[in-house]
């Protein structure tokens, strides 16, 4: 793949997410990296398990994503693994974006980054906590569609 190309690769996938939060509107966001992070990530190095997003004076902050230290680079150069990253948005969307976190108590949840045309890129999800009887339940619908596929498979 070169690196204009313009398909994307998946790096680091946060399928947590999904099972913890339910999902209401996601967002692709740039973000704000140093070089030695960028390599790192080109490498599959990042990890979004913990990661949220926050709100802060209109911006768009990134907290808790560990992106692991380039392992060619010299101590002196390399970057904080858990470091505040910035998130790159349109002023108007993060407008739209306070409002919804503030008003309804909804969370801002890493669920993917990829490279897309040589740029990395991050969806964002704009999700809202599930209780504990919700997993529950997601789970039940889960495998009451595979024990249908499967007896639909055998006839």
């Known amino acids: 793949m070169s690196e204009k190309s313009p398909g994307y690769k998946i790096v680091s996938d946060n399928r947590q997410a999904r099972h913890l939060y339910e999902i209401i509107e996601t967002y692709q966001v740039g973000i704000e990296l140093k070089g030695t992070e960028v390599k790192s ?5 990042a990890n979004l398990r913990d990661g949220y997003g ?7 902050w990134l907290i808790n994503v560990h992106i692991s230290p380039w392992r060619s680079a010299s101590n002196y150069f390399n970057h904080e693994p858990r470091r505040t990253r910035k998130l790159l948005m349109h002023k108007q969307e993060i407008r739209k974006l306070i409002g919804k976190v503030e008003e309804k108590g909804l ?6 980054m990829y490279l897309k045309g040589g740029w990395v890129k991050l969806d964002i999800g704009l999700g809202k906590g599930k209780k504990l009887h919700d997993k529950r339940e997601d789970l039940k619908k889960r495998e009451d569609k595979r024990d249908m596929e499967r007896a639909m498979k055998q006839y």
């Open 41 to 45: 990530i080109r490498e599959g190095k």
């Open 54 to 60: 926050l709100v802060r004076n209109g911006e768009l």
């Open 107 to 112: 969370t801002l949840v890493p669920l993917k």
